[in-house]
């Protein structure tokens, strides 16, 4: 039997996911936390194995409290379980070392398979947030300019600091053209500044 801690700021989500695998032949609920410190005061005691975590809790929120929980229990597997369905969410808490994240609308079914995975040292998204996450990416990757292979050269030098004598002198094309390479680049990017040009390559891997 998997042995599952919950921590989540409703008691009665608690009891829902409680009343969930009630009759489940693989998970055991061996406690819950209605915050943060609560939680890693008893896990401290009660020898938990995955972790279904809240993202909105009323001192460490989830993602903070995932963190610590890897830093103080490195075996421990943790679960993100919201109803936020924002992209941001979803990626931190899998940066601090989250095995997956699911939504508050689960099935008993979803649970066991997320914890399942978890447990086996595996990574679970639900399908919904799969599709958050791809279509996040599909629109990012849609918002990054196309560039010609001399912009390209000319971001690079740009990105080094060059002026735009010296980016003419490597290329061997006129200061002027450059200028119009560096006005094209601010307007493709809709940067305001060179500054702000650099930074949103930087952003965007264009000078890998």
Do not use: W
């Amino acid at each position: 039997m998997i042995k599952l801690f919950i921590v989540d700021d409703h008691p009665m989500v608690i009891e829902g996911i409680k009343t969930l695998l009630q009759d489940s032949s693989i998970i055991t609920i061996i406690g819950s936390a209605t915050d943060a410190f609560q939680a890693l005061d008893a896990l401290k005691k009660e020898k938990a194995e995955v972790i279904l975590v809240d993202i909105n809790l009323p001192d460490l929120n989830g993602i903070e409290l995932c963190e610590q929980l890897k830093k103080q229990f490195p075996g421990i597997f943790v679960l993100g379980l919201s109803t936020f369905k924002e992209r941001s969410y979803i990626t931190r808490m899998i940066a601090q070392g989250a095995s997956g994240y699911l939504l508050k609308n689960a099935s008993k079914e979803e649970l066991e398979e997320a914890i399942t995975t978890a447990y086996r040292g595996g990574m679970y998204l639900s399908m919904e947030v799969t599709q958050i996450l791809t279509k996040a990416t599909a629109n990012a990757a849609s918002s990054i300019p196309l560039l010609t292979l001399r912009e390209k050269e000319v971001l690079h030098l740009i990105a080094e600091g060059y002026t735009n004598n010296q980016i003419a002198a490597q290329l061997f094309i006129s200061p002027l053209t450059v200028d119009s390479h560096r006005k094209n680049l601010l307007a493709k990017f809709s940067a305001r500044n060179t500054a702000a040009l650099v930074r949103l390559a930087v952003e965007y891997k264009l000078l890998d």
